[in-house]
């Protein structure tokens, strides 16, 4: 059963700041990580995908995967109050089309203006 | 095009009773998941459909939980009984298909079970 952990539990940054999030999970052969937002009271929302090692950049996020360390991150670079929410990391579990995601317990973040 | 749609937003349900979620995914999606979210488990799967065949039922939720999908459409969760340790917020996702395909999210239900 492919785990997924997400640190840190919460995270409160000033307006501006960089934030760093991680994401670690423990079957090599996962296929795609994804990163979801959910705000209060609403259903999580897809940010931004990966699949292969490396980096991706979308705006202001970034992602990195090392598959090697079996590790991701996703970084928002000028944070902004509205990005106060919980963030979710997601693992695609098997290569074929018929994949679910696994999802971590995920990183609440506050942007204080 | 709107995205999914659950009914009721809220429901409160007294110990032993039924209770029937609804849930209307995207418009020509052919994958739909039922998860149940929770402070200390997070995202469960609950059930999983593609094309209204059920490809995964969420093996330890099995006993009192169950899903249908009557249509491409509309689909049900069914909660029998129910018990206060079912509180919780389900959401209802659809995607196009394909295993990569973003899942989009219905806004959920919060259940609160006395």
């Known amino acids: 059963q492919e785990k997924v952990q997400q640190s840190p539990e919460s995270l409160i940054v000033p307006e501006g700041a960089m934030v760093s999030l991680n994401c670690s999970f423990s079957?090599?052969?996962?296929?795609s990580i994804w990163w979801y937002q959910q705000h209060p009271g609403k259903g999580p929302k897809a940010l931004i995908?990966?699949?292969?090692?490396g980096n991706k950049k979308e705006g202001r996020l970034t992602v990195y995967l090392n598959r090697a360390s079996l590790h991701v991150s996703l970084h928002i670079k000028d944070s902004q109050p509205s990005d106060s929410a919980v963030y979710l990391c997601?693992?695609?579990?098997?290569?074929?089309?018929?994949?679910?995601?696994?999802f971590g317990q995920g990183t609440s973040l506050s942007v204080v203006p | 095009d709107a995205g999914v749609t659950q009914t009721p937003r809220h429901e409160v349900a007294e110990k032993g009773q039924t209770i029937i979620l609804k849930c209307e995914p995207v418009?020509?999606?052919?994958?739909l998941f039922w998860y149940r979210q929770t402070k200390i488990q997070g995202l469960e799967l609950l059930s999983y459909?593609?094309?209204?065949?059920?490809?995964?039922d969420g093996g330890a939720f099995k006993d009192r939980f169950k899903a249908e999908m009557l249509n491409s459409s509309f689909s049900t969760l069914k909660i029998q009984p129910t018990e206060p340790k079912d509180s919780a917020v389900y959401l209802c996702?659809?995607?196009?298909?394909?295993?990569?395909?973003?899942?989009?999210f219905g806004p959920g239900t919060r259940l609160l079970v006395l």
């Open positions: 079957d090599s052969a996962s296929q």
């Open positions: 995908s990966i699949f292969s090692n």
């Open positions: 997601a693992v695609s579990m098997i290569p074929s089309s018929f994949s679910k995601l696994v």
């Open positions: 996702a659809s995607r196009t298909g394909g295993g990569q395909d973003t899942q989009y």
């Open positions: 459909f593609r094309s209204k065949s059920l490809m995964e």
């Open positions: 418009s020509g999606h052919n994958d």
